[in-house]
């Protein structure tokens, strides 16, 4: 019986790993799966806000995932900080899925990056104002799996909510890039396949998004699943396993 291989998924803010069910499922078995999670999420450690968040949900991964480079798989906020991982420490990511990442910065002077500020702009008023449970539905209604905040359970209510004040956490890597991602030359280094992902019916800065940095890759495929949203990954886990699977290497090209 060959080994199993191993893959590690990274989710997306407010999310857990359990998101990762439908997607680990279809892509079949023979996978030794490393769930990591992001600070104050699921079983991981507590957000210290004393610490950037990204920095801390950067130690996080790093000591979850094997030395030996594996296929990493981030969704939105989890693909950001997934691609930063690949660009930081190439020598640990084998190929690279990318699904709805939401790194706003590599959209800056595109008609989407404006269009998300406007649209994101109310919630980020209520959360300065402290009104969370408002801001809440705002963010939920704009990256949502698009069920109505009304129709979600108490307590899956009750888990965005508690973690609400994560998402503005993440905007210095998001919004600000303040680790460099997009500096000239770190995208262009990577060798590794990446594999883009998004929902025909997302956010438009997405395609902006993927457009500037499918761009500047050397090995780059873009898969859109049509009538889905930002949470694709949830809501249609076979047409994404069925359209990532053959771009997923655990070879790194030689140096």
């Given at each position: 019986m060959a080994p199993k291989k191993p893959i590690a998924f990274i989710h997306c803010g407010l999310g857990k790993a359990g998101n990762w069910r439908g997607l680990i499922n279809a892509l079949g078995g023979g996978l030794t799966v490393h769930n990591?999670?992001?600070?104050?999420?699921?079983?991981?450690?507590?957000?210290?806000?004393?610490?950037?968040?990204?920095?801390?949900?950067?130690e996080i991964a790093l000591s979850e995932m094997p030395s030996d480079p594996v296929p990493l798989v981030g969704h939105s906020y989890g693909a950001a900080l997934?691609?930063?991982?690949a660009v930081e420490r190439p020598y640990r990511v084998s190929s690279l899925?990318?699904?709805e990442p939401v790194l706003f910065a590599a959209a800056k002077g595109r008609w989407g990056h404006d269009k998300v500020?406007?649209?994101?702009?109310?919630?980020?008023k209520k959360m300065k104002a402290a009104q969370f449970a408002t801001a809440a539905k705002e963010f939920h209604a704009l990256w949502g799996e698009g069920k109505p905040w009304a129709e979600l359970s108490s307590d899956r209510k009750a888990y965005i909510l508690d973690r609400i004040e994560t998402i503005p956490?993440?905007?210095?890597l998001l919004m600000d890039d303040r680790s460099g991602i997009l500096k000239p030359g770190r995208i262009e280094a990577l060798e590794i396949p990446v594999t883009f992902v998004d929902g025909g019916d997302t956010h438009p800065v997405i395609a902006d998004i993927i457009s500037e940095l499918g761009d500047r890759m050397k090995d780059a495929e873009w898969l859109t699943v049509p009538d889905a949203g930002h949470m694709v990954p949830i809501t249609h886990p076979e047409l994404v396993a069925k359209g990532i699977r053959e771009r997923l290497v655990w070879d790194v090209p030689a140096t």
């Open positions: 990591i999670e992001l600070p104050g999420h699921g079983l991981a450690e507590d957000w210290d806000r004393d610490r950037d968040f990204t920095e801390q949900a950067l997934a691609l930063r991982i899925v990318l699904i500020m406007r649209d994101l702009e109310p919630f980020h956490a993440g905007n210095p």
